[in-house]
């Protein structure tokens, strides 16, 4: 589900010190908010803010410099009515940017309408990229999984399996051998654009590892800042089975990568089974480096079939 909570206050103040911006009208709302249908409708945060456009509303609008030129550059009745056709867009905020004056209309207008309206001297493009990131995260689709998350040689890996398998002390092994912690236990997934997620750690949870008999571990402190990671995009699952689960439900060699759904994009899934004498943390960190080779085009299982269909064809003849 998608959050429907952000005010005018709280994106001001978010982003106040990066955009030093100035509040100058429509202070008498400060609560306002976005549309919530608008929110639920729109395809990415790219629908969320943009340049002045009279054909979207319910979205953050920016004036620059070409949009005050258009505002301003016309007889006082068709500036008054250019500006006034703004309020019909219910925008949640108005942002003058380019170090640009507003026009005294418009910010009579945002007072009357009570308009939140912000005036900053960074770029028209700065700030929509800047907000439209911000956006972006906060109404990504977003869901919960349990495991451990992990950079794994550059790669946002989630180890999962069931309770008891050891997947934390698989992770402090990986960590030991210079791999990074995100996230122990419970895994934020955002689905920050249409085929990326992106994992983050609750800030309940943030920096610590636990082990069973051993209790909480504060990787940070004994690792070092090197060893954890804020954020990471999901790129693989790495799922530890028990031996005879494996041999039960699982081929030894699928011919088909595995992949699980999650918010509706399809991640790269590897089973390993857990036994006596097996080194999982090499194991993983190889299905990584596979995993990178697939991504990259070569598939050494399809390789494989290809010498065999050749092999074949020789000895025919």
Same mark, same amino acid.
């Given at each position: 589900?998608?959050?429907?909570?952000?005010?005018?206050?709280?994106?001001f103040?978010?982003?106040?010190p990066?955009?030093?911006?100035?509040?100058?009208?429509?202070h008498?709302?400060?609560?306002?908010r976005?549309?919530?249908?608008?929110?639920?409708?729109?395809?990415?945060a790219?629908?969320l803010?943009?340049?002045?456009?009279?054909?979207?509303?319910?979205r953050?609008q920016?004036?620059?410099?070409?949009?005050?030129?258009?505002?301003?550059?016309?007889?006082?009745?068709?500036?008054?009515?250019?500006?006034?056709?703004?309020?019909?867009?219910?925008?949640?905020v108005l942002i003058?940017?380019?170090?640009? *004056?507003?026009? =005294?209309? !418009?910010?009579? &207008?945002c007072?009357?309408?009570? $308009?939140? /309206?912000?005036?900053?001297? +960074?770029?028209?493009?700065?700030?929509?990229d800047?907000?439209?990131?911000y956006?972006?995260q906060?109404?990504?689709?977003r869901t919960?999984?349990h495991?451990?998350?992990?950079?794994?040689?550059?790669?946002?890996?989630?180890?999962?399996?069931?309770?008891?398998?050891?997947?934390?002390?698989?992770?402090?092994?990986l960590?030991?051998?210079?791999?990074?912690?995100?996230?122990?236990?419970?895994?934020d997934?955002?689905?920050?654009?249409?085929?990326?997620?992106?994992? *983050?750690?609750p =800030?309940? !949870?943030m920096? &610590?590892?636990?082990?069973?008999? $051993?209790? /909480?571990?504060d990787i940070? +402190?004994?690792?070092?800042e090197?060893?954890?990671?804020?954020?990471?995009?999901?790129?693989?699952?790495?799922?530890?089975?028990?031996?005879?689960?494996?041999?039960?439900?699982?081929?030894?060699?699928?011919?088909e990568p595995?992949?699980?759904?999650?918010?509706?994009?399809?991640v790269?899934k590897?089973?390993?089974?857990?036994?006596?004498?097996r080194?999982?943390?090499?194991?993983v960190?190889?299905?990584?480096?596979?995993?990178?080779?697939q991504?990259?085009?070569?598939?050494?299982?399809?390789?494989?079939v290809?010498?065999?269909q050749?092999?074949?064809?020789?000895?025919g003849?």
């Amino acid at each position: 589900m998608k959050p429907r909570v952000i005010s005018a206050e709280a994106l001001f103040e978010e982003h106040q010190p990066a955009l030093r911006w100035e509040w100058v009208a429509g202070h008498a709302h400060p609560e306002r908010r976005f549309d919530e249908a608008a929110v639920r409708e729109a395809r990415s945060a790219a629908d969320l803010i943009g340049y002045l456009n009279y054909i979207h509303p319910y979205r953050v609008q920016l004036v620059g410099h070409r949009e005050v030129a258009y505002l301003e550059n016309a007889d006082a009745e068709v500036q008054a009515r250019r500006i006034q056709r703004i309020v019909t867009l219910e925008p949640p905020v108005l942002i003058v940017a380019d170090g640009q *004056r507003p026009p =005294d209309q !418009l910010v009579a &207008l945002c007072d009357r309408a009570e $308009i939140p /309206l912000f005036v900053t001297s +960074a770029s028209a493009g700065h700030v929509i990229d800047l907000v439209r990131s911000y956006l972006s995260q906060l109404f990504a689709d977003r869901t919960t999984r349990h495991g451990v998350f992990m950079d794994i040689l550059g790669v946002g890996v989630l180890l999962t399996g069931e309770s008891g398998l050891g997947k934390s002390e698989l992770g402090l092994e990986l960590i030991s051998r210079g791999n990074g912690l995100v996230a122990d236990d419970a895994v934020d997934l955002y689905r920050v654009s249409q085929s990326t997620l992106e994992g *983050r750690c609750p =800030d309940l !949870l943030m920096n &610590l590892l636990e082990v069973r008999g $051993i209790g /909480l571990l504060d990787i940070k +402190a004994i690792f070092g800042e090197t060893a954890v990671r804020r954020k990471m995009r999901l790129k693989l699952i790495v799922h530890l089975v028990r031996k005879e689960t494996m041999e039960r439900e699982f081929e030894r060699l699928p011919y088909e990568p595995l992949y699980d759904d999650i918010l509706g994009i399809p991640v790269r899934k590897v089973v390993i089974a857990v036994d006596a004498g097996r080194n999982l943390a090499v194991l993983v960190e190889a299905a990584v480096r596979n995993t990178i080779l697939q991504l990259r085009g070569i598939d050494t299982y399809q390789e494989f079939v290809k010498r065999h269909q050749d092999a074949m064809a020789k000895g025919g003849d």
